[in-house]
């Protein structure tokens, strides 16, 4: 099994920063793509951010020049640093990891249980 674990998130004002982070762990071989989504109330869950093994990223239009994706592959871990936090970036956040895991090279798509952000006035 492969587990997946957020932490990070909290209350900030408008204009301020957080930043998460997200393990892996488990019976894991490889890593691919890890990424970021979120899901505010009443909303469906949306991409925020991902990044393949080897750095490709892509962003949601509504966080670039914002927040800014990276990851460690030695750690299995990836990061959101969040700055010029809004209002509207209110949502549990979610981390995703997907790969292929041991024995047999099963793949996995692992869900973290996600992280509350508030930004508030």
């Known amino acids: 099994q492969v587990q997946v674990v957020e932490s990070g998130g909290g209350l900030v004002q408008p204009g301020g920063s957080l930043r998460l982070s997200c393990a892996a762990s488990?019976?894991?071989?490889?890593?691919?793509?890890m990424g970021w989504y979120r899901q505010a109330p009443g909303k469906e869950r949306e991409l925020v951010a991902t990044i393949t093994h080897g750095g490709n990223i892509n962003y949601a239009d509504s966080v670039k020049g914002r927040f800014t994706i990276s990851r460690d592959n030695a750690k299995n871990t990836v990061y959101l640093q969040m700055n010029s936090l809004k209002p509207e970036d209110t949502a549990v956040y979610y981390c995703?990891?997907?790969?292929?895991?041991?024995?047999?090279?099963?793949?996995?798509?692992?869900w973290g249980q996600g992280t509350q952000v508030t930004v508030f006035s």
């Open positions: 995703n990891a997907k790969g292929l895991s041991v024995p047999g090279y099963r793949p996995y798509d692992e």
């Open positions: 488990g019976r894991i071989l490889n890593i691919g793509d």
